[in-house]
C-alpha cells in the first residue's frame, strides 16, 4: 500500500517505520525543513508541509491508499488556554478539514485524545466509546471533539479514530523530568485536574495500534491505552515532588479528564492491547 503519514514526530515516524519495514510505500510530512535530510534516508519520500495548507496536503493524499494524521499540538505551545485556542485549531482541526476534502477515499487514521470526556462520565462506573463527553470550551477536549467530528461526518466509513493516553517513549522525557519541568518553567502549577486518572500510552503502543489499524482496515472510535488502573495525577506527580524536595503542584483543572477507569474493550475485541504503556512507578509501591 502506498501510506502518508502526517506527522513524523515520535509516533508517526515510529509508525511510518514499521509500515515501511512490512513492504508499505511510506510518505512522511515535517513542519521543520531541517529534519527532511534525515527523514529521507528512512522513508520513500518527504514533504514539508503544515496541516493547514489545503493544497499541499490534497496533493500528498491523492495517490494514498491509507493517510495517518500522527500530528500534534506541542506542549511548550499548550500550556495556556490562549495558547491551546491557536496550536489546536491549526494542527488538528484544519488538518483534518484538508484531509477529509482531498480527493480520493483513502483509509484514514487519526489521533485524538482520552481528554473529550473530560469528568463527563465520572458518575459511570467505566468510561468507553459510548459515554458522554465533556462540553467544555477549553481548546483541548474542545478542538480534538471538532477534528473527530469532521472525520466522522466527512469519512465516517473510511476513518479510525483513537483516543489517546498521554505519550511517553522514546526521546519524551520521562514523567520525572516533566514534574521538574513543571515546578522550574511554570511556577508549579499545571492544566490539569488533581483526581483525574493518569492514562499514558507508550509511543510504541501507539504506533503498533496505527499499524493494526491500517492493515487491518478496522473503523470507529477507539479508547487507546493500557488496561491496567493508573494512580491520579496527584498521586503520581506529588509523590515525585515530594521525592525532589519540591511543594505539591497546583493543579488548575483547566483540562478535565476522567476520574474512573476507561475501558478499552472495543479495540481488545478488534484485536490490539496496549502492553508497553503502564509501568508502576517506584514512589506508587501500591499500584
Do not use: W
Amino acid at each position: 500500500m502506498k501510506i502518508l503519514v502526517i506527522g513524523a514526530g515520535l509516533v508517526g515516524a515510529s509508525a511510518a517505520t514499521t509500515l515501511r519495514e512490512r513492504g508499505h510505500h511510506v510518505t512522511v510530512t515535517t513542519t521543520t525543513p531541517g529534519r527532511v535530510e534525515d527523514l529521507q534516508s528512512r522513508f520513500d519520500d518527504v514533504v514539508v508541509l503544515r496541516g493547514a495548507d489545503r493544497e499541499a496536503v490534497h496533493a500528498c493524499v491523492a495517490e494514498a491508499d491509507a493517510v495517518v494524521v500522527s500530528a500534534g499540538p506541542v506542549a511548550a505551545h499548550s500550556m495556556t488556554p490562549e495558547d491551546r485556542a491557536k496550536t489546536y485549531h491549526e494542527v488538528l482541526v484544519a488538518t483534518a478539514e484538508s484531509v477529509t476534502s482531498a480527493p480520493g477515499t483513502p483509509h484514514l487514521v487519526a489521533l485524538s485524545a482520552l481528554s473529550v470526556y473530560g469528568d463527563a462520565s465520572n458518575h459511570l462506573d467505566t468510561v468507553d466509546e459510548d459515554s458522554p463527553v465533556t462540553d467544555s470550551d477549553d481548546p483541548s477536549p474542545n478542538r480534538f471533539l471538532a477534528m473527530e467530528d469532521v472525520y466522522r461526518t466527512t469519512a465516517g466509513e473510511r476513518s479510525t479514530i483513537f483516543r489517546c493516553g498521554d505519550i511517553f517513549g522514546a526521546d519524551d522525557p520521562p514523567i520525572d523530568a516533566k514534574v521538574a519541568m513543571a515546578h522550574q518553567y511554570l511556577g508549579g502549577s499545571v492544566p490539569f485536574g488533581a483526581d483525574a486518572l493518569l492514562y499514558r500510552l507508550h509511543v510504541e503502543d501507539a504506533a503498533d495500534a496505527i499499524v493494526h489499524a491500517v492493515e487491518t482496515r478496522i473503523t470507529g472510535t477507539y479508547n487507546l491505552t493500557h488496561p491496567e488502573h493508573p494512580p491520579t495525577n496527584a498521586e503520581l506527580f506529588d509523590a515525585i515532588s515530594a521525592a525532589q524536595d519540591l511543594p505539591p503542584l497546583v493543579y488548575r483543572a483547566e483540562i478535565a479528564a476522567p476520574a474512573v477507569p476507561i475501558s478499552v474493550d472495543r479495540l481488545r475485541d478488534a484485536g490490539f492491547v496496549a502492553t508497553r504503556s503502564y509501568v508502576a512507578h517506584p514512589l506508587l509501591a501500591a499500584h
